[in-house]
Each structure stands twice: as C-alpha cells, then as structure tokens.
C-alpha cells in the first residue's frame, strides 16, 4: 500500500501543477481564471491527495505487502483477500433509492418522499445484513 500512496501523491502533485498552468493559460484580462475546468482540476488534486493519504496512514497499520516488496513474485500475493459478503439485495435497494433521489433534483423535489426511505431502508439492511438472517453469524 505504501506505493500505491506514493503514486497517489505523485498524481496529485501533477494534476496540481496542471490546474495553476490550466488557470494562468485560461486567464482572460476581462473575465479572470476559467473557472470550471480550474474547479474540476482544483477538485481532482483534492480527491488524489485523499486516497494517497489514506493509503499512506493504512500502509502504516498493516503488514507489508508484496507490492511493497521489490523482490517479491507473483505468487506471494497469492492467498485469502478478506471476507467479502455473498448475495446481498441492499445494494439494489440502495440504487433504486439514489435514483430517485437524483430524479428528485430533476423533476421536483417530492420525489425525495418516496427515494429517502428506499434509501434509509437499503443502508441499515446492508449495515445490520449479518445480525440477521440466513448470513447470520453465531
């Protein structure tokens, strides 16, 4: 994970010199910066320099991986990933009830009535899925 934050932290350093050259190469005496595109590289740099932190914090909690390992081998990275949940319906719930919440900013905000429920409905059964049920462990 180490260098996975690394590259991170490259891209974001990258993309920050690309939004000051977009900005100062955009830049029109009457109307100032371009202010979308700006935005858009200004929001990317932000979101890069999250998950290479993120990924630099983990790094430091958890053993040392084969990625990190220049003398590593394909086949050391083999082996159980983590548990990862079966057959779940909560994610569709969660699908339905965000598109008709997206669909509530566009045809009227009534909508987020039905969509906000669907959606608190969705969230709890994928939070709780494991106390209860058939995946429920004893």
Same mark, same amino acid.
């Given at each position: 994970?180490? @260098? ?9 350093? #990258? ?7 977009? %900005? ?11 202010? &979308? ?7 990317? +740099?932000? =979101?890069?320099?999250?998950?290479? #932190?993120?990924l630099g914090f983990t790094a430091k909690r958890v053993d040392t991986g &084969?990625?990190?390992?220049? @003398? ?7 082996? @159980? =990933?983590?548990? +990862? ?16 919440? +997206?669909? %509530?900013?566009?045809? %009227?905000?009534?909508? =987020? ?20 049920? @058939?995946?429920?462990?004893?």
């Amino acid at each position: 994970m180490k @260098e996975q934050g690394k590259i991170f932290m490259g891209l974001a350093a #990258f993309v920050l010199v690309m939004a000051i050259v977009y %900005g100062v190469w955009t830049m029109n005496s009457d109307l100032g910066i371009e202010a &979308a595109g700006t935005t858009a590289l200004a929001l990317a +740099f932000a =979101l890069c320099v999250f998950i290479g #932190f993120y990924l630099g914090f983990t790094a430091k909690r958890v053993d040392t991986g &084969a990625g990190d390992n220049p @003398e590593a081998e394909v086949a050391d990275d083999a082996g @159980e =990933l983590g548990f +990862f949940a079966p057959h779940s319906w909560q994610p569709l719930s969660l699908a339905i009830g965000g598109a008709l919440a +997206f669909l %509530g900013v566009i045809f %009227g905000w009534w909508l =987020l009535y039905w969509s906000i429920p669907i959606i608190v409905i969705g969230l709890f059964g994928w939070v709780f899925e494991f106390y209860r049920g @058939e995946n429920q462990n004893q």
